[in-house]
């Protein structure tokens, strides 16, 4: 199997930061959206230096927020890439002038979610398919994910976790270009469990 990327996201401190990038993520996620997991922007500039002496590439997470707040929150913390979370057009993905991961949510059939990425593909260098609501419900539907990852470059978001991750990657890891995990690596909201990190990643890699 091809090496998939791996993110996780939602690192709060500095202290959980140091010892994660030890791990060997290829990325971390830093979210600037409402949420238990949301940084100051003084902590993330912190987190993303302890990121960067690692190699490890930092994205900046925003929800529906303005490009003045998106732009200079991730010059400020010289992010690597921004994650688009909610409902931006492709006109708004069109002025970041970074990398661009964009989220999106599965539709009913395959042809309505490909109409949609085709529409972004120009301008985003990564969509990230999660649940339609985040943190709550199964996983998305993975016949639908491989069909999509054959055309488009893909992180797999959703529920994913230590337990589960094998079997999932058994289905789409040889198309996916990676996946990303919080929640699912967690012993509380914004808590990140190392034992479960390391373990996630392993299974990933192995």
Do not use: W
Not at 68 to 84: C, T
């Amino acid at each position: 199997m091809k090496k998939l990327l791996v993110k996780v996201c939602g690192i709060t401190t500095k202290e959980t930061a140091k010892d994660l990038v030890c791990l060997e993520p290829d990325m971390i996620g830093l979210v600037f959206a409402c949420s238990p997991r949301k940084v100051t922007l003084q902590m993330a500039g912190e987190i993303a230096e302890i990121a960067r002496q690692k190699q490890v590439k930092v994205v900046a997470i925003f929800q529906n927020q303005s490009l003045d707040e998106i732009l200079q929150a991730a010059a400020s913390i010289k992010a690597d890439y921004v994650q688009l979370h909610g409902n931006e057009p492709v006109e708004f993905c069109k002025k970041i002038p970074i990398k661009v991961i964009k989220t999106i949510k599965l539709k009913t059939s395959v042809d309505e979610t490909r109409k949609i990425m085709e529409s972004y593909k120009p301008f985003i260098d990564l969509f990230l398919v999660d649940r339609a609501e985040q943190g709550r419900g199964g996983l998305v539907d993975l016949k639908q994910v491989k069909k999509l990852a054959i055309q488009y470059p893909i992180l797999l978001a959703g529920g994913l976790n230590p337990k589960n991750i094998k079997p999932i990657l058994a289905e789409v890891g040889d198309v996916i270009r990676g996946v990303d995990v919080s929640g699912g690596v967690e012993k509380g909201a914004g808590i990140k469990d190392l034992i479960k990190v390391k373990n996630f990643i392993t299974k990933v890699r192995n």
